[in-house]
């Protein structure tokens, strides 16, 4: 319709759409499965060591069994990375993509990392029915992470709109180029401290802060489109 502003909402992934905490359980849990054969713990034995320990590759590394098996520190990466977790959705999270979605904006995510691990997560989460394959960018495809603005234009590109907004939770890297190309950019606080990432501002020049803070995710649908 003629007048209607076309609005697209770009998301990070890790620790903005789901808590990425989450992811690592299940990557601990599937290291601790694919090595308990090699020790003479179970599986979920391994994994409580993992959890508890403040490194928990370096806690598998120092068991006599795995140094013996020279196993090394890639292996469980190995594991890791290429693990198919089993994760769940936040409820704020779908109602926020669906909601969002119904009020005509275009949706989309933005995230770092490996291919094989970022689409993993996405299908797990079943994000890959909630967004259009052309606005799912993941560095390792379209060559260039979020320290530079490649995949922001390249969305831009995709996605032609009138308003960007970018909502993430890394003040290191998911606010600095799409304020300089003109995008409102949205942090969602982490109230709980749980984030893998700090927060803090504290150190920040003023282009890497977020213009707006939200608690929510569902507080989106009323900031980006209002009635």
């Known amino acids: 319709m003629n007048g209607v502003r076309k609005i697209c909402v770009a998301f990070d992934l890790d620790d903005t759409l789901f808590k990425e905490r989450e992811y690592v359980k299940t990557g601990w849990r599937a290291v601790a499965e694919a090595y308990a054969h090699v020790t003479h713990m179970t599986a979920e034995e391994l994994y409580e060591l993992m959890s508890t320990a403040p490194d928990a590759f370096d806690a598998l590394l120092a068991l006599p069994e795995i140094q013996r098996a020279h196993i090394q520190i890639a292996d469980f990466l190995t594991v890791y990375r290429a693990h198919r977790p089993t994760l769940t959705l936040p409820a704020d999270t779908e109602t926020a993509l669906r909601q969002l979605t119904e009020r005509g904006a ?4 933005i995230t770092d990392g490996r291919t094989l691990t970022q689409r993993n997560k996405i299908e ?20 260039s992470d979020k320290l530079t603005p ?20 890394n003040p290191i890297k998911d606010f600095y180029h799409p304020n300089l ?29 977020p213009q707006i803070f939200i608690d929510n995710l569902t507080q989106l649908t009323e900031l980006c489109l209002p009635l």
């Open 181 to 209: 190309l003109g995008w409102t950019s949205i942090m969602l606080r982490d109230r709980a401290g749980i984030n893998v990432p700090s927060q803090s501002l504290d150190d920040k020049e003023p282009d890497y802060w």
């Open 106 to 109: 275009a949706v989309a995510i």
């Open 150 to 169: 490649g995949p922001f234009e390249c969305l831009m590109r995709r996605q032609p709109a009138d308003r960007y907004y970018m909502v993430g939770d």
């Open 124 to 143: 797990a989460l079943g994000l890959d029915k909630l967004i259009p394959a052309e606005n799912i960018l993941i560095s390792e495809e379209v060559g």
